[in-house]
């Protein structure tokens, strides 16, 4: 029993230390359990609030959200609006889709900006930029199947006449007739403040225009025009105007499928004039032949007749790069004795000059060099032409036995042959020096003229201008008086045949000089060719301009001839300058000047002080749109942007030098399209409207152009020293307009990097 009982009393401490155990992890339990209850109850109290703070907030923001969707709504209707009364006008549209394709041609073409524009259209509108691009397609093709249709001249008509008879039923309606005029009026002033308040729209047209260039051929005068200027048009729709076929074929002198005409010629003919200057009136080019195409401009003038101008040439260094170094042309009196060619090489008017040898020049000493049998050659065809025989010149026998050598060097004086032994000597002791010799010294950003016109008169010029100096016992005569002085100057041009215009055509030397530089054949862009031109103009101008002066002035309304040859009188009229007002004519005069400051002076009284002084100068051999217009003018070569940009130096001042015209028309156009920005209210200017500008352009020492413009600003703070207020405003003018930078670009880094 004890046994038992013993048992049950530990069993029975036993069940108690487990119940005791049992509850104590029961209150551990529950005690953790309140605990944790208690927790979650607090993050489901702070959830909640945060719940419904995050709640407020969504609502705030779909409201937000709400009120823009509405207002996006509300936007897109008025500018789907907008939209509809532009697309209205049929011809509206089709421009401007041509501008926006355009537009968006150039902007894909920056890689940068289509990646940007990419990225922002798929975020925002997938679809619409699909519909867009799908509407572009459509309209691009649209207007290219309408173009088509229109150059078909009765479909023109037709639609013409059916747009007028809707029009004309549609307009007997009064209230119609005013709703029109109305939507006129606010697209031209909706299209026109949204190209000038854009400034990236405005550049993106200035990039696309800049491309432009007097490439385009008129069928009738040969000239090269912008595009602008040009307008094309089939034989058949000149027929259909009521022009003859004869008449047609006559004033089209370039045969070509597609008529281009140019403004002038145009209205001629739409008048049924044949236009002045018209390429079958005579002004067309002869062909040249080989023998003459290969020659060099110093062979040239052994073949030439008539030599107008005394050439001062450096004998000396040939520069990098092909440069001659400097000619310079001095104008002369014309002899007209010369009847035996080629003429011997101290017959062509030529100084030579020994220069001191530069030390940055690598090139061993150079002469120029002439092929006598090339020459010998060309001579020989000349002879057989007309112009020359009529000149009784005959070629030279023993000339070529002088002459007998491939090359000759061109040495006029015989002491200057021995400078080439001595030259060879010399060669070793320049050699460290050419070391250091940096390419960068000789590359100049405008390449254009290395030759020069001397425009002094020489000394025994007491007339003005060029004479001949004819066989002993005649008087010398002007150079306007020799109807053939262009063509026995220049056989390479004129191929040694006289000009011939057409009888009844009045045409002045001013025009026809106009007519070969514009030509699309580019023979009369030559440096000497254009010096001569302008002298013979300035000869004929000043000529001119001193009779109609005479007549004209105060004090010497009656002149007799008594008093003419009264020097106390001619001097009066010198000391009081009215013998000078005949050269107001002339750009190169002070005369001139004198007249334009007087019309500064005028301007500055009006309009007060000048706001801004801008000067802009021409960068041709970084012009890569400028290179790609001379290829195409001068070697009828397309080429692209990035082949210009990459052309070699060389090539690149061989196409500006060629063509100094097409460089200086280019120049004109770029700048004009500059002022189309910097006068718009978007434009550098921010908001001040361009009042009035006083433009004077320069040609530098290179015979590059340059610009210099004085700028009238509207509304800009004058300066007042006693004004402190005036002094503040101006300063926040200046910080507002004209900023520096030294963050380099790609054009600025080398200059930043040398300025430190
Ligand atoms: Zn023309």
Redesign the pocket.
């Given at each position: 029993m004890p046994k038992i009982k013993r048992r049950s009393i530990s069993q029975r401490n036993a069940e108690r230390a487990k119940r005791m155990r049992e509850r104590r992890i029961d209150d551990e339990f529950r005690l953790s359990d309140i605990r944790r209850r208690a927790n979650s109850l607090k993050i489901q109290r702070q959830t909640d609030e945060f719940k419904t703070e995050e709640n407020k907030r969504r609502a705030e923001a779909h409201k937000i959200e709400r009120e823009n969707d509405e207002f996006k709504t509300e936007e897109n209707k008025r500018r789907a609006e907008a939209h509809k009364i532009e697309r209205e006008n049929d011809e509206f549209k089709t421009e401007e889709n041509k501008r926006r394709a355009e537009a968006l041609k150039i902007a894909r073409q920056n890689d940068e900006f289509k990646t940007e524009e990419n990225k922002r259209r798929a975020e925002a509108h997938k679809i619409e930029r699909e519909n867009d691009e799908f509407k572009t397609e459509e309209n691009k093709s649209r207007a290219e199947a309408l173009k088509i249709a229109r150059q078909n001249d009765e479909f023109r008509t037709q639609e013409n006449d059916r747009r007028l008879n809707s029009l004309k039923i549609k307009r007997e309606d009064e209230e119609y007739k005013q709703e029109e005029r109305r939507r006129n009026a606010s697209r031209m002033r909706l299209s026109r403040d949204k190209y000038e308040n854009n400034f990236h729209l405005m550049k993106l047209n200035y990039e696309s225009k800049i491309k432009e260039g007097p490439t385009h051929i008129?069928?009738?005068?040969?000239?090269l025009?912008f595009e602008y200027s040009i307008k094309e048009s089939t034989v058949e729709m000149l027929r259909n105007k009521g022009l003859p076929k004869e008449f047609i074929d006559t004033v089209c002198y370039l045969k070509n499928a597609i008529i281009k005409?140019?403004?002038?010629?145009?209205k001629d003919i739409m008048s049924n004039k044949v236009?002045n200057?018209?390429l079958s009136n005579g002004l067309a080019f002869y062909e040249i032949p080989d023998c003459l195409k290969i020659l060099t401009e110093l062979e040239e003038r052994l073949t030439s007749p008539r030599i107008p101008f005394m050439v001062i040439r450096t004998l000396g260094f040939c520069k990098q790069f092909g440069l001659k170094g400097n000619l310079v042309n001095v104008p002369m009196n014309v002899d007209t004795n010369v009847s035996v060619l080629p003429r011997k090489f101290s017959d062509t008017h030529t100084i030579q000059l020994k220069l001191m040898r530069q030390m940055k020049n690598k090139n061993a000493f150079m002469y120029e060099t002439i092929r006598p049998k090339v020459v010998h050659t060309a001579v020989r065809y000349l002879v057989e032409q007309e112009l020359y025989k009529g000149e009784g010149i005959i070629i030279s026998d023993d000339w070529l036995n002088e002459y007998s050598n491939e090359r000759e060097n061109f040495i006029i004086k015989d002491e200057d042959k021995e400078i080439g032994a001595n030259e060879i000597m010399k060669e070793s002791e320049f050699d460290d020096n050419d070391a250091n010799w940096n390419e960068s010294d000789d590359k100049p950003i405008n390449p254009v003229a290395t030759e020069t016109l001397l425009n002094d008169e020489i000394e025994d010029q007491n007339d003005i201008g060029i004479k001949f100096a004819p066989a002993e016992n005649n008087r010398p005569i002007s150079i306007l008086m020799d109807m053939k002085v262009d063509e026995l100057t220049f056989p390479k041009i004129y191929c040694g045949k006289q000009r011939k215009i057409k009888e009844n055509v009045k045409l002045t030397y001013a025009k026809i000089a106009k007519s070969e530089l514009r030509m699309f054949d580019r023979r009369c862009g030559r440096i000497s060719k254009l010096f001569f031109t302008y002298k013979k103009l300035q000869t004929r101008k000043f000529s001119d301009a001193i009779s109609i002066t005479l007549r004209k002035t105060k004090n010497t309304k009656n002149v007799t001839v008594a008093q003419m040859l009264n020097r106390d009188y001619v001097n009066g009229l010198i000391h009081n300058d009215d013998a000078f007002t005949f050269l107001r004519c002339d750009r190169s005069s002070p005369a001139f000047w004198e007249l334009k400051k007087k019309e500064l002076m005028a301007m500055n009284r009006q309009l007060g002080c000048a706001t801004i002084f801008l000067t802009l100068s021409a960068a041709e051999t970084k012009w890569s749109e400028l290179i790609v217009i001379l290829a195409k003018v001068l070697g009828n070569k397309v080429i692209t942007l990035e082949e210009a940009e990459n052309m070699s130096y060389e090539k690149t001042c061989d196409l500006i030098r060629k063509d100094p015209v097409t460089c200086v028309r280019y120049f004109e156009h770029r700048v004009k399209c500059l002022w189309e920005i910097l006068s718009a209210p978007s434009g550098p200017f921010q908001g001040y409207e361009l009042e009035d500008k006083y433009v004077r352009i320069e040609f530098q020492a290179r015979g590059s152009p340059h610009v210099h413009a004085l700028i009238w600003l509207k509304d800009a703070p004058k300066y007042d020293k006693n004004k402190p207020e005036s002094i503040k405003k101006c300063i926040e003018f200046i910080d507002k307009l004209i900023s520096v930078s030294s963050k380099p670009t790609q054009f600025s880094e080398e200059l930043i990097s040398l300025q430190r």
């Amino acid at each position: 029993m004890p046994k038992i009982k013993r048992r049950s009393i530990s069993q029975r401490n036993a069940e108690r230390a487990k119940r005791m155990r049992e509850r104590r992890i029961d209150d551990e339990f529950r005690l953790s359990d309140i605990r944790r209850r208690a927790n979650s109850l607090k993050i489901q109290r702070q959830t909640d609030e945060f719940k419904t703070e995050e709640n407020k907030r969504r609502a705030e923001a779909h409201k937000i959200e709400r009120e823009n969707d509405e207002f996006k709504t509300e936007e897109n209707k008025r500018r789907a609006e907008a939209h509809k009364i532009e697309r209205e006008n049929d011809e509206f549209k089709t421009e401007e889709n041509k501008r926006r394709a355009e537009a968006l041609k150039i902007a894909r073409q920056n890689d940068e900006f289509k990646t940007e524009e990419n990225k922002r259209r798929a975020e925002a509108h997938k679809i619409e930029r699909e519909n867009d691009e799908f509407k572009t397609e459509e309209n691009k093709s649209r207007a290219e199947a309408l173009k088509i249709a229109r150059q078909n001249d009765e479909f023109r008509t037709q639609e013409n006449d059916r747009r007028l008879n809707s029009l004309k039923i549609k307009r007997e309606d009064e209230e119609y007739k005013q709703e029109e005029r109305r939507r006129n009026a606010s697209r031209m002033r909706l299209s026109r403040d949204k190209y000038e308040n854009n400034f990236h729209l405005m550049k993106l047209n200035y990039e696309s225009k800049i491309k432009e260039g007097p490439t385009h051929i008129c069928s009738c005068c040969g000239g090269l025009w912008f595009e602008y200027s040009i307008k094309e048009s089939t034989v058949e729709m000149l027929r259909n105007k009521g022009l003859p076929k004869e008449f047609i074929d006559t004033v089209c002198y370039l045969k070509n499928a597609i008529i281009k005409l140019c403004v002038t010629c145009r209205k001629d003919i739409m008048s049924n004039k044949v236009p002045n200057l018209c390429l079958s009136n005579g002004l067309a080019f002869y062909e040249i032949p080989d023998c003459l195409k290969i020659l060099t401009e110093l062979e040239e003038r052994l073949t030439s007749p008539r030599i107008p101008f005394m050439v001062i040439r450096t004998l000396g260094f040939c520069k990098q790069f092909g440069l001659k170094g400097n000619l310079v042309n001095v104008p002369m009196n014309v002899d007209t004795n010369v009847s035996v060619l080629p003429r011997k090489f101290s017959d062509t008017h030529t100084i030579q000059l020994k220069l001191m040898r530069q030390m940055k020049n690598k090139n061993a000493f150079m002469y120029e060099t002439i092929r006598p049998k090339v020459v010998h050659t060309a001579v020989r065809y000349l002879v057989e032409q007309e112009l020359y025989k009529g000149e009784g010149i005959i070629i030279s026998d023993d000339w070529l036995n002088e002459y007998s050598n491939e090359r000759e060097n061109f040495i006029i004086k015989d002491e200057d042959k021995e400078i080439g032994a001595n030259e060879i000597m010399k060669e070793s002791e320049f050699d460290d020096n050419d070391a250091n010799w940096n390419e960068s010294d000789d590359k100049p950003i405008n390449p254009v003229a290395t030759e020069t016109l001397l425009n002094d008169e020489i000394e025994d010029q007491n007339d003005i201008g060029i004479k001949f100096a004819p066989a002993e016992n005649n008087r010398p005569i002007s150079i306007l008086m020799d109807m053939k002085v262009d063509e026995l100057t220049f056989p390479k041009i004129y191929c040694g045949k006289q000009r011939k215009i057409k009888e009844n055509v009045k045409l002045t030397y001013a025009k026809i000089a106009k007519s070969e530089l514009r030509m699309f054949d580019r023979r009369c862009g030559r440096i000497s060719k254009l010096f001569f031109t302008y002298k013979k103009l300035q000869t004929r101008k000043f000529s001119d301009a001193i009779s109609i002066t005479l007549r004209k002035t105060k004090n010497t309304k009656n002149v007799t001839v008594a008093q003419m040859l009264n020097r106390d009188y001619v001097n009066g009229l010198i000391h009081n300058d009215d013998a000078f007002t005949f050269l107001r004519c002339d750009r190169s005069s002070p005369a001139f000047w004198e007249l334009k400051k007087k019309e500064l002076m005028a301007m500055n009284r009006q309009l007060g002080c000048a706001t801004i002084f801008l000067t802009l100068s021409a960068a041709e051999t970084k012009w890569s749109e400028l290179i790609v217009i001379l290829a195409k003018v001068l070697g009828n070569k397309v080429i692209t942007l990035e082949e210009a940009e990459n052309m070699s130096y060389e090539k690149t001042c061989d196409l500006i030098r060629k063509d100094p015209v097409t460089c200086v028309r280019y120049f004109e156009h770029r700048v004009k399209c500059l002022w189309e920005i910097l006068s718009a209210p978007s434009g550098p200017f921010q908001g001040y409207e361009l009042e009035d500008k006083y433009v004077r352009i320069e040609f530098q020492a290179r015979g590059s152009p340059h610009v210099h413009a004085l700028i009238w600003l509207k509304d800009a703070p004058k300066y007042d020293k006693n004004k402190p207020e005036s002094i503040k405003k101006c300063i926040e003018f200046i910080d507002k307009l004209i900023s520096v930078s030294s963050k380099p670009t790609q054009f600025s880094e080398e200059l930043i990097s040398l300025q430190r």
